[in-house]
């Protein structure tokens, strides 16, 4: 079985910054990729970022410039980095990975969610 563990949200101010974590761990034989998925009160779950195996990532066209999105290999973490946070920015962020296990076929995971708030 694996499991996510998210971390890092809160209440900010905007143009503040907020740094995710993402820890997966149990039984992993391959990792494709990580990242993060947002939805906001009444809208559906969007793309924010994410990073491949090789460390090719891509992004949401309303984050690139802000949000980086890294990787920790060795210690099976990924961690988005969130700068000149936006009202629009609010929502609950869900870490997924995409990871093929020991004793499981390919599929993605989904962390518990974190809840950004943006305001003044």
């Known amino acids: 079985q694996v499991q996510l563990v998210e971390s890092g949200g809160g209440l900010v101010q905007p143009g503040g910054s907020l740094r995710l974590s993402c820890a997966a761990s149990?039984?992993?034989?391959?990792?494709?990729?990580m990242g993060w998925y947002r939805q906001a009160p009444g809208k559906q779950r969007d793309l924010v970022a994410r990073?491949?195996?090789?460390?090719?990532?891509n992004y949401a066209d309303s984050v690139k410039g802000r949000f980086t999105i890294s990787r920790d290999n060795t210690k099976n973490t990924a961690y988005l980095q969130m700068n000149n946070l936006k009202p629009e920015d609010t929502a609950v962020y869900y870490c997924y990975a995409d990871i093929r296990g020991f004793s499981s076929s390919r599929r993605d995971y989904w962390g518990q969610g974190t809840q950004v708030t943006v305001s003044s």
């Open positions: 990073i491949t195996n090789g460390g090719s990532t």
């Open positions: 149990g039984s992993i034989f391959i990792f494709y990729a």
